[in-house]
């Protein structure tokens, strides 16, 4: 969960990916994204202000995934 004084995005990792659970937000535009799992490819809550964005940093021969607010 990522709770930021904007409001509260869940985000869920399933089977090597990453979605926008679930969204406060006013549009919920953000969970529509689906499933992310390939390097370069974002999620974005706009009313939030929350950036979510696979990267493909080599780790034990694994992606990893990275989210942030800003």
Do not use: W
Request: aromatic residues 4%; contains cysteine; glycine residues 8%.
């Amino acid at each position: 969960m990522i709770k930021t004084e904007k409001g509260e995005n869940v985000i869920a990792i399933e089977n090597e990916s990453i979605r926008m659970a679930k969204s406060d937000c006013s549009d919920h535009v953000c969970e529509q994204f689906g499933a992310r799992s390939k390097p370069g490819q974002t999620i974005v809550c706009l009313p939030h202000q929350i950036y979510v964005e696979v990267r493909g940093n080599k780790v034990d021969s694994e992606e990893t995934i990275d989210s942030g607010a800003y």
